[in-house]
């Protein structure tokens, strides 16, 4: 029987350390079109901001704010890239099997709510044993409201919920885009600091919980 308890996971960062793969499919989809990609040290900044693809890719490239093919054909040959090569390259963080049985076993259920590409989240748990533990998947869809915008909480997620009550919610995430989502939801939001956020602006947004690992979630979930 649950126990009325949900946990919002956000993906990058999070739950998977996708930076190789991020920097694969980006730096291939760059030299596919001829656009130069910017040091790696600007690609890890725009990659901490949380944001959808087409946010990130005009962090790179502000160019292609001017030209919408371009920004629509660089979307499409990253996400090709991502799914058909990169993809391997990617790795759950260390402990989020076990966590996300411990609170599978709990009761509690888990949603993952992200703005990356919906096929790669769901091939990624499939592919790592994870798609038992969570209810449902909220990715980058057209249509669908993008983190830190909270209505995709609100307006799909929440109106489903039925008795689920706000205070044994919490969003899990490693952004200030996490963390903004979180409050502009009204709900509890636990920091990751093994994630990809600027951990000087992501305490000053003062989230309620914060975890250097995965394996502290578990024990913090059974106190709420």
Same mark, same amino acid.
Request: contains cysteine.
């Given at each position: ?72 054909? !660089? %979307?499409?040959?990253?996400? &090709?890239?991502?799914?058909?090569? +990169?993809?391997?390259?990617?790795? /759950?963080?260390?402990? $989020? #099997? ?71 919610? !919490? %969003?899990?995430?490693?952004? &200030?885009?996490?963390?903004?989502? +979180?409050?502009?939801?009204?709900? /509890?939001?636990?920091? $990751? #600091? ?31």
């Amino acid at each position: 029987m649950g126990d009325g308890k949900l946990i919002v996971f956000d993906y990058d960062g999070t739950l998977f350390d996708t930076r190789p793969a991020i920097h694969y499919a980006l730096t291939h989809a760059f030299a596919a079109h001829g656009r130069p990609l910017p040091p790696d040290r600007e690609v890890a900044t725009a990659i901490a901001q949380g944001t959808t693809l087409d946010d990130t890719l005009l962090i790179l490239d502000p160019g292609l704010g001017r030209d919408r093919a371009a920004l629509d054909d !660089l %979307v499409l040959s990253y996400r &090709a890239l991502y799914l058909d090569a +990169a993809e391997p390259l990617l790795r /759950p963080y260390p402990g $989020v #099997s076990k966590a996300l049985g411990q609170l599978h076993a709990m009761g509690t259920a888990s949603l993952v709510v992200s703005n990356k590409g919906l096929a790669a989240i769901h091939r990624s748990l499939a592919a790592n044993g994870l798609a038992a533990f969570v209810a449902a998947v909220y990715g980058d869809e057209p249509g669908l409201p993008k983190k830190p915008d909270p209505a995709i909480l609100t307006q799909h997620v929440l109106p489903r919920l039925g008795q689920t009550q706000r205070e044994r919610m !919490l %969003v899990v995430g490693d952004t &200030a885009t996490d963390i903004m989502f +979180a409050k502009a939801a009204g709900l /509890p939001c636990c920091w $990751v #600091s093994y994630g990809y956020g600027a951990i000087d602006r992501c305490r000053a947004l003062a989230p309620e919980h914060e975890i250097s690992s995965i394996d502290q979630l578990p024990a913090l979930v059974a106190r709420l």
